[in-house]
Nanobody, 116 residues
Framework: QVQLVESGGGLVQAGGSLRLSCAAS????????MGWYRQAPGKQRELVAG???????NYADFVKGRFTISRVNAKNTVYLHMNSLKPEDTAVYYC??????????WGQGTQVTVSS
């Protein structure tokens, strides 16, 4: 079994920054893709950013130039650096990991609230 634990959410004013972290633990051989998704009230969960084990990244258009995803493979950890936050970025942010020989896992979510 694998657990993903997120941290770093909170309340920030528009234009501010936050860094989310997600650490995977448990029976891990290796992790393929990792990513961040978000879900706002009344909306579907959507991809924010993803990163492969080799460091290739992809971003949703609505965060390009503002958010940066990174990971430290040795620590099974992925980060999301969020700059120039907007009120519409308010959502619960979820970490996701595709673990080799195990499956896909989700974190419990961390709330990000951006005030105007």
């Amino acid at each position: 079994q694998v657990q993903l634990v997120e941290s770093g959410g909170g309340l920030v004013q528009a234009g501010g920054s936050l860094r989310l972290s997600c650490a995977a633990s448990g029976n891990i051989f290796s992790i393929n893709d990792m990513g961040w998704y978000r879900q706002a009230p009344g909306k579907q969960r959507e991809l924010v950013a993803g990163i492969t084990s080799g460091g290739y990244t992809n971003y949703a258009d609505f965060v390009k130039g503002r958010f940066t995803i990174s990971r430290v493979n040795a620590k099974n950890t992925v980060y999301l650096h969020m700059n120039s936050l907007k009120p519409e970025d308010t959502a619960v942010y979820y970490c996701h990991a595709d673990v080799t020989r195990s499956g896909r896992y989700w974190g419990q979510g961390t709330q990000v609230t951006v005030s105007s």
